[in-house]
């Protein structure tokens, strides 16, 4: 089973500024990806980010990019140069790479606000 | 961009009723996702869905729940005789294929809201 905790329920970040979000996971797996998906007030919720836990390279789009550390089981997003609408739910999610299916799993969400 | 629609957004039902939560997936892809959010918890998986039958489902999925796929457009969660804990945010997902690299595309999600 997999778990994804995010200890940070709120942050905010003044626009231009960079903002770290924190989430830490636990896996017995050694096979599996981290997830970062942002939820904008209208709802839907967008992949941002994806990480493939075999690769020991950080994955980066753009103005975001992650802190993966996989013996810490950590797995921070980084959001460069924030602007307004960033501000959205950001969510952490895992997903097996081993077992059949795709079930994702999430963490609690952080909401992010970005202030002009 | 294609994208992911539920409706109703809001749905208020009595105890005891049956609902219908519905989603059109975006149409070429093959794999169906029912997620949902209590107010002030965590997203949690429900079921997946492929080739007209369910794949994976959690332990929240009992009896009470179903999946269909009625028509190759729509997918629908059955909710028979709702419970007050069913109330929640409910979440569509699909995906072209299985795996991280074929990520999940969500709809806006319908609040449910049971009396």
């Known amino acids: 089973a997999q778990t994804v905790t995010q200890s940070q329920p709120e942050m905010s970040v003044q626009e231009a500024e960079t903002v770290t979000l924190s989430c830490t996971y636990d896996t017995s797996e050694n096979n599996y990806y981290l997830f970062w998906y942002k939820q904008p007030p209208s709802r839907q919720m967008i992949l941002v980010i994806r990480?493939?836990?075999?690769?020991?390279q950080n994955a980066t789009e753009n103005r975001f990019s992650v802190n993966f550390q996989k013996a810490a089981k950590s797995f921070s997003l980084k959001i460069s140069d924030s602007q307004l609408g960033d501000t959205a739910m950001y969510f952490c999610?895992?997903?097996?790479?081993?077992?059949?299916?795709?079930?994702?799993?999430f963490g609690e969400g952080t909401q992010l606000t970005v202030n002009p | 961009e294609p994208e992911v629609t539920q409706t109703p957004s809001h749905q208020v039902t009595q105890m005891g009723q049956e609902v219908i939560l519905r989603c059109v997936p975006i149409?070429?892809?093959?794999?169906f996702y029912w997620y949902r959010q209590i107010l002030g918890q965590k997203v949690e998986f429900l079921v997946s869905f492929y080739n007209n039958e369910i794949s994976e489902k959690s332990e929240i999925f009992d009896d009470q729940f179903s999946v269909e796929r009625p028509d190759g457009s729509n997918f629908t969660l059955k909710i028979r005789s709702t419970k007050l804990e069913d109330s929640a945010m409910y979440f569509c997902?699909?995906?072209?294929?299985?795996?991280?690299?074929?990520?999940?595309?969500f709809g806006d999600g319908t609040r449910l809201s049971i009396l």
């Open positions: 999610a895992s997903l097996s790479g081993e077992t059949s299916g795709s079930r994702l799993t």
């Open positions: 149409s070429n892809h093959l794999y």
């Open positions: 997902a699909s995906s072209e294929g299985q795996g991280a690299y074929q990520p999940q595309h």
């Open positions: 990480q493939e836990a075999y690769k020991q």
